[in-house]
C-alpha cells in the first residue's frame, strides 16, 4: 500500500447562526487535523467587506472559541472565515486550497460509538480505508461496512468489495473485531442506506467525484444528510481539482 499523506477534513460551521459542533464530534475527530470553516452567507446587495466590517468581529470571536474546543481535545485545528454569496463555491474551493479529504455535514450526534461505511463500487477503497484508520485511531467506534447491491446477480462483488476494504482497514492498523460488512438487495440504495444508517451514530458515505457541490450537496450524499439526523462524512475522490470557483467573490476569506 503506499504511503499516505496527511488526512485533513473540513467543517463547515456557520458561526453566525449559533451551529455547534458536538462535543462527540470533536472528541472522534481529534486524531486528524480540522480545517473549521467559519461562514456566513450574505445577501447579493451586501459586500464581502460590508460583511465583514459588520459582522467580522462577532464571527471571529465565535470562530476562535470553537478553535479552542477542538484545540484543547488535542486536535490539530486550523480556521479560516468567510463571508460569500455563494457558502457551496466557498466550501469547494477552501477544501481544494487546504487539501481536505472529506467534509462534515453536522447534524446533532449526542452519543457517537458506531460508524456506517456505505461504499459503491467505484470508490476508492484503499483510499477511504486510510482516511477511516486515521479518524478511528484513538477512539473506540465500532465500523460497519456497507454494500447496496442491485439485484442478487451483483451480492457476490459487494460482498468482495467490503472484503477488500476490511482487508485495507485491517492493514491500515484498525482492529479486526471492530469492523463488521452487511450486503442487501435493493433498488433504492438511498433509502437502504438511511434506514440502516438509524442504527448508527456517524455515515460516512464515500463519492468518486472530486466536485464539493455536486458530490456533497447536490448528489446522494447531501439527500442522505437530510433524511438522516447523524452526522455526515463524506470523502471525496483521490484527486482535487485545480480550477478555483469561478462564481466566487474575490478574497471572502482569511485564515483564522
Request: charged residues 30%; hydrophobic residues 45%; contains cysteine.
Amino acid at each position: 500500500m503506499s504511503a499516505p499523506r496527511d488526512h485533513r477534513v473540513l467543517i463547515p460551521v456557520d458561526v453566525l447562526e449559533g451551529e455547534v459542533v458536538p462535543e462527540t464530534i470533536v472528541d472522534a475527530f481529534a486524531s486528524i487535523p480540522v480545517v473549521l470553516l467559519g461562514y456566513r452567507e450574505i445577501p447579493d446587495q451586501i459586500g464581502p467587506d460590508q460583511a465583514r466590517e459588520q459582522y467580522g468581529d462577532r464571527a471571529r470571536a465565535e470562530l476562535e472559541e470553537l478553535r479552542t474546543v477542538f484545540e484543547d481535545a488535542g486536535c490539530d485545528v486550523t480556521s479560516r472565515l468567510a463571508f460569500t454569496h455563494d457558502r457551496l463555491a466557498t466550501f469547494e474551493r477552501v477544501a481544494v486550497e487546504d487539501a481536505c479529504d472529506a467534509v462534515l455535514v453536522l447534524n446533532p450526534a449526542p452519543v457517537l460509538e458506531t460508524v456506517l461505511v456505505a461504499l459503491r463500487g467505484d470508490v476508492n477503497v484503499e483510499y477511504i480505508a486510510r482516511l477511516l484508520a486515521t479518524v478511528l485511531a484513538g477512539t473506540d467506534l465500532e465500523l460497519t461496512l456497507f454494500h447496496v447491491a442491485s439485484d442478487d446477480a451483483s451480492r457476490a462483488a459487494g460482498t468482495e468489495l467490503l472484503e477488500t476494504a476490511r482487508s485495507e482497514l485491517i492493514d491500515a492498523g484498525v482492529d479486526a473485531n471492530r469492523i463488521d460488512s452487511t450486503v442487501v438487495v435493493g433498488d433504492s440504495p438511498t433509502a437502504a442506506i438511511v434506514e440502516k444508517a438509524a442504527d448508527h451514530d456517524l455515515l460516512v458515505a464515500g463519492e468518486s467525484r472530486p466536485s464539493i457541490r455536486r458530490a456533497v450537496f447536490r448528489d446522494r450524499a447531501k439527500r442522505l444528510a437530510r433524511r438522516t439526523v447523524d452526522p455526515v462524512l463524506v470523502i471525496r475522490g483521490e484527486y482535487l481539482e485545480d480550477e478555483a470557483a469561478s462564481d466566487e467573490d474575490p478574497a471572502p476569506d482569511e485564515d483564522g
